[in-house]
């Protein structure tokens, strides 16, 4: 799907497109966890920590995951 091709283009160091993928698979699916977890690591390899924070902390709450 669409956060295997962000997980490939994180391994690419294209981080960028790879939040755009992230961005879709969580479009499609919201309750994807590994896209928001993805998005979250992308984000903050690129230096975004706010948007990593709430890409990996609220949607876990929302969606009663535990992070760690």
Do not use: H, M
């Not at 091709?5 to 939040?19: F, I, T």
């Not at 896209?35 to 924070?53: F, N, P, T, V």
Request: with cysteine.
């Amino acid at each position: 799907g669409v956060d295997n091709r962000g997980y490939a283009r994180q391994q690419l160091s294209d981080g960028e497109k790879a939040v755009t993928d992230f961005d879709e698979a969580i479009r499609l699916d919201p309750a994807n966890a590994l896209a928001w977890k993805g998005r979250g690591a992308c984000r903050s390899w690129l230096g975004k920590q706010d948007e990593a924070i709430d890409d990996l902390v609220d949607p876990a709450d929302e969606l009663g995951l535990v992070v760690g």
